[in-house]
């Protein structure tokens, strides 16, 4: 029998509160902890005040609750199916001759709609307030500060020492090595004393300084050098500038495929951005098989018992799957598997499970 549109709607609005609600409680539950956790950091920071530790909780709040998206939607749906099977809702549905899978097309569609406005919407809502809650955690509590950017016409690098700051910019790197080229450096002393601008052909980077060639050395009120080699000192190290990038939870999904084409472009590794990308690309798939996975642990008759074992059951199978998710994305960075199969692998894993278990759900 086909599933009439006021059922269609009438599923589709239960799952939906469902979803809303366990959401709504999860978001809260990890923002109180979240809240608790940078107050314990901030704890031995004199000039990190409650406000400041709140602020950064709210910032950081829109990320997580994008990261229990899934499993907010898993136990949404648990919590509706279980809800109409305790009000016997779903026997007379059934009895009516609609299946389960057409029961279930609802449900699917919600988490497909919710995976696509997370996607194209909230993720980069999310990702402009994590940098920014990134940028105040480096200010107050971590006493870091970002030193490389790349953009379209080279990547620039930041270091400082004893005598001041330095500004260096290249135009591309070596792909194999932190070799760059086209190179110009902007010595200060201080913070905004112009002292010397650094020309150069090419510049190496060794363990405490940049071997540059074909220099040529100019300032204020001074003539050009040219000097064949130059050592300039410097503390920077090769993976204390991979760790200067912006990290792939900060951009958003619609920057991502520059920002790689960029790094590409820059001769850096793209891999981490890439399986971001991909993840965040896959998550309405995630959701829907996250739906199929709770439909198939809430879906038994009322009557028959066990219906809260089986909750517990689906909310551990959760989180097995989000520990393969983690053991699977780990794989990828490593460059083990295709960044593409780290990333869209839980999700079909999800959707192929979820499905596979509806075959073994009788209608009663």
Known sequence: MRLSATLFWYIAR??????AVAFLALTFLIFLVDLV?????????????FAVLLKMALL??????QQIIPYAVMLGTMLALARLNRFSELVIARSSGVSNLQMLMPGVLVALAIGIFAVTVFNPFASALLSRYEQIDARYLRGEVSNLSVSSVGLWLRQADDFGESVIHARRIA????SLHEVIIFRFEGKDKFVERIDAATAELHEGYWQLFDTLITGPDRLGER???YRFDTELTVDRIQESFASPETLSFWQMPGFVALLERAGFSSLKHRVHWHKVLASPLLLAGMVLIGATFSLRLARRGGTGVLIGVGVISGFVLYVFSDVILALGLSAKIPA??????PA????????????YVRDA
């Not at 956790?37 to 920071?45: P, Y």
């Not at 792909?175 to 932190?178: A, D, F, G, L």
């Not at 593409?340 to 692998?345: F, G, K, N, P, T």
């Open 175 to 178: 792909p194999t090595e932190i």
């Open 227 to 229: 000097r064949e080699t």
């Open 348 to 359: 079909t894993v999800a959707v192929l499970i979820g499905s596979g278990l509806l075959l």
């Open 37 to 49: 956790e940078l107050n314990r950091r901030g704890a031995a920071e004199a000039d990190v005040t």
């Open 340 to 345: 593409e199969m780290s990333a869209w692998a």
């Open 60 to 65: 950081h709040l829109p990320y997580l609750a």
């Open 14 to 19: 239960q799952i939906g509160i469902g979803i």
